[in-house]
C-alpha cells in the first residue's frame, strides 16, 4: 500500500485534500484525523505537519508526500520534488522598512527574523553576508515594529501582509514556490504505485486547465482552423453530412477558450462549444 503525506494544516491543507479527492481518493472528513487508509485505491493517508512532511518522506517511512517547495528546501531533507501541483503560490522574500536597506548587501550587521531558517541561512551565507537570524514561529511581519529584527524574510502572496506592517520588498525573490509532490532523493521512479498516483495528479491538472472544444467549419478553413487549435497531439476531424463541412473536436487552455471561439468565429467556423474535462488519462 503507497504511504502518502497530506498537509493538515494552514494554506496547503484544503487544497491538497481537493487535489486528492478530485484524483478518485477518500479524504478525511474530520481535520482531527491523523491516518486514512483508502483500501480501494490501495493507499494510505498520513496528514501531517506541513513542514515536516519532507523529512518523514527522506526517512523512507512514507512514500511521496505533498509540501511547499519552500518547506521542503528549508527542512534540508534529502527529499526532491517530482510533481508541481500549481497551488499555493509565492515567493520569498526579504522585507524592511522603507530607508532600511536598497539590497541584501546592506544587510551586514542587521537581524533578520523568519520562519524558514534553514533558506534564509543558506541565502546569506551564499552571498557572503554577515546578518544574524532569528527564528519566529509566524506572523513576521510584526517583528520589525517589536524591535526584535530591522529585516524580515517571509512568504509573499499578494503584499498585503507587508504592506499592512508598513514594509517593503528588498531585493530580487529568495525562491519561489508552490505546492510539490515529493520523494525520498533517487527512490525508484518505476514505482507502479507511485507511477499511477502521479498520473492521477496529472489527470487532475489538465481537467482544472485545458477544456473540449467542439466545432463545425468549411474544409477550405480547417488549416487555419487547426492552427488555432491544434490540440495536445493533434485534432479529431470527422466528416459532417452537409458536405464541405468538417467536425474538429480539440482540447484547449482553458484560459484562452474565449479568445479562440472569436478567432474560430471570425473564420467561419459555428456550432462552437467548450465543455469542461472531468477527467483524464493522457
Ligand atoms: N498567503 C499564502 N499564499 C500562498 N501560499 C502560502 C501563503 N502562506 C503560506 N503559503 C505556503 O504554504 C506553505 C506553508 O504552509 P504552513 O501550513 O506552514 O503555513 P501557513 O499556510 O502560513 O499556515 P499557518 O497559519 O499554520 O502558519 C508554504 O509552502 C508557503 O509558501
Ligand atoms: O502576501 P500575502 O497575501 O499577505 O500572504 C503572505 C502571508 O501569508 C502567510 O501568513 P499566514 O496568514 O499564514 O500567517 P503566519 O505568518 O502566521 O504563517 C505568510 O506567512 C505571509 O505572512
Ligand atoms: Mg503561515
Redesign the pocket.
Known amino acids: 500500500m503507497l504511504r502518502i503525506a497530506v498537509?493538515n494544516?494552514?494554506?496547503?491543507?484544503g487544497p491538497a485534500s481537493a487535489m486528492l479527492h478530485e484524483a478518485g481518493y477518500k479524504q478525511r472528513k474530520e481535520s482531527k484525523e491523523l491516518v486514512l487508509v483508502d483500501p480501494e485505491n490501495e493507499v494510505e493517508f498520513f496528514y501531517l505537519r506541513?513542514?515536516d512532511i519532507a523529512i518523514y518522506v527522506s526517512s523512507g517511512k512514507l512514500d511521496i508526500g505533498i509540501?511547499?517547495?519552500?518547506?521542503l528546501l528549508d527542512s534540508g531533507a534529502d527529499a526532491e520534488e517530482i510533481l508541481q501541483l500549481g497551488f499555493?503560490?509565492?515567493t520569498f522574500r526579504y522585507a524592511t522598512r522603507p530607508g532600511t536597506a536598497s539590497g541584501p548587501a546592506d544587510f551586514h550587521g542587521m537581524t533578520i527574523a523568519t520562519s524558514y531558517e534553514g533558506i534564509v541561512a543558506k541565502h546569506l551565507d551564499d552571498h557572503g553576508i554577515d546578518a544574524s537570524v532569528v527564528h519566529l514561529d509566524?506572523a513576521v511581519e510584526t517583528a520589525v515594529q517589536l524591535g526584535v529584527a530591522q529585516v524580515i524574510a517571509d512568504?509573499v502572496?499578494t503584499g498585503t501582509s507587508l504592506r499592512n506592517a508598513g514594509l517593503e520588498i528588498v531585493g530580487e525573490p529568495i525562491l519561489t514556490?508552490e505546492?510539490v509532490v515529493v520523494r525520498r532523493t533517487g527512490a525508484p521512479a518505476d514505482d507502479p504505485g507511485v507511477q499511477r498516483f502521479l498520473r492521477r495528479l496529472q489527470g487532475v491538472l489538465v481537467a482544472r486547465s485545458y477544456v473540449m472544444m467542439d466545432y463545425d467549419c468549411r474544409a477550405e478553413h480547417l488549416e487555419r482552423a487547426v492552427a488555432l487549435t491544434p490540440g495536445l497531439e493533434s485534432p479529431t476531424i470527422s466528416p459532417l453530412h452537409n458536405e464541405g463541412w468538417v467536425a474538429v473536436r480539440a482540447m484547449v487552455p482553458a484560459k484562452d477558450a474565449q479568445r479562440i471561439m472569436d478567432d474560430l468565429y471570425a473564420l467561419g467556423a459555428r456550432a462552437i462549444l467548450t465543455t469542461a474535462i472531468h477527467a483524464c488519462r493522457l
Open positions: 498537509p494544516k494552514g494554506s496547503l491543507s506541513p513542514r509540501t511547499g517547495r519552500d518547506l499555493a503560490r509565492s509566524g512568504v502572496e514556490s505546492a
